[in-house]
């Protein structure tokens, strides 16, 4: 006879790590998981953010206050300054995003940072400047108290299946198309 199963606590629930998908293409995915970040810092936990595609002479607010006022917050950017071109992508752009999927999955098995946010993963896995298959295996193999954030356009229908969570961003209306450039604060 079969033994029914062990009903979880809701603190057993409240501990398991979750995985959360930021997509679609509407602004907001890179703001709504700093949003995430700051919350997660303010009940104690430590936060990684690894910026895909990102180099490191652009001035990003996030960068710049984490620095200044955050420091549970570690921001690492792993990317060039300049687009990545799709259809042929430079060899610097898929070793830098293949150091930064070395890094994350060290910090994430590591397990010291409670949020770990992979920011432009779905982008680099679509530009295939990093590969699927070690993104799936990366989750698959996180210890059971950290939760990853997953954030970009394109998101893969692999990762979204086993996403706890799915966000669509999309754009209904954007000040780019007024001809208003990104703003400092706003979009950076």
Same mark, same amino acid.
């Given at each position: 006879m079969r033994q029914p199963e062990e009903k979880k606590s809701a603190t057993d629930a409240q501990r398991r790590g979750l995985v959360l998908v930021y997509t679609g293409n509407g602004k907001g995915k890179t703001t709504a998981s700093l949003g995430l970040a700051l919350r997660a810092i303010g009940h104690g936990s430590r936060v990684f953010v690894l910026q895909f595609m990102k180099g490191p002479g652009n001035v990003y607010g996030e960068y710049m206050a984490a620095e200044k006022y955050l420091p549970m917050l570690t921001i690492v950017r792993s990317g060039r300054d300049d687009f990545v $071109?799709?259809?042929?992508?430079?060899?610097? $752009?898929v070793r830098l995003a293949r150091q930064g999927l070395d890094l994350a999955r060290k910090v994430i098995s590591g397990g010291e940072y409670g949020l770990v946010i992979l920011d432009e993963i779905n982008v680099a896995v679509d530009y295939r400047l990093v590969a699927l298959t070690d993104v799936v295996e990366l989750l698959k193999a996180r210890p059971s108290h950290v939760d990853v954030v997953l954030t970009g356009r394109y998101a893969a229908p692999e990762i979204l299946e086993m996403a706890d969570l799915v966000s669509e961003v999309n754009e209904v209306k954007h000040h780019y198309?007024?001809?208003v450039p990104a703003r400092q604060g706003v979009e950076y």
């Amino acid at each position: 006879m079969r033994q029914p199963e062990e009903k979880k606590s809701a603190t057993d629930a409240q501990r398991r790590g979750l995985v959360l998908v930021y997509t679609g293409n509407g602004k907001g995915k890179t703001t709504a998981s700093l949003g995430l970040a700051l919350r997660a810092i303010g009940h104690g936990s430590r936060v990684f953010v690894l910026q895909f595609m990102k180099g490191p002479g652009n001035v990003y607010g996030e960068y710049m206050a984490a620095e200044k006022y955050l420091p549970m917050l570690t921001i690492v950017r792993s990317g060039r300054d300049d687009f990545v $071109d799709k259809l042929n992508p430079a060899e610097e $752009d898929v070793r830098l995003a293949r150091q930064g999927l070395d890094l994350a999955r060290k910090v994430i098995s590591g397990g010291e940072y409670g949020l770990v946010i992979l920011d432009e993963i779905n982008v680099a896995v679509d530009y295939r400047l990093v590969a699927l298959t070690d993104v799936v295996e990366l989750l698959k193999a996180r210890p059971s108290h950290v939760d990853v954030v997953l954030t970009g356009r394109y998101a893969a229908p692999e990762i979204l299946e086993m996403a706890d969570l799915v966000s669509e961003v999309n754009e209904v209306k954007h000040h780019y198309r007024k001809g208003v450039p990104a703003r400092q604060g706003v979009e950076y």
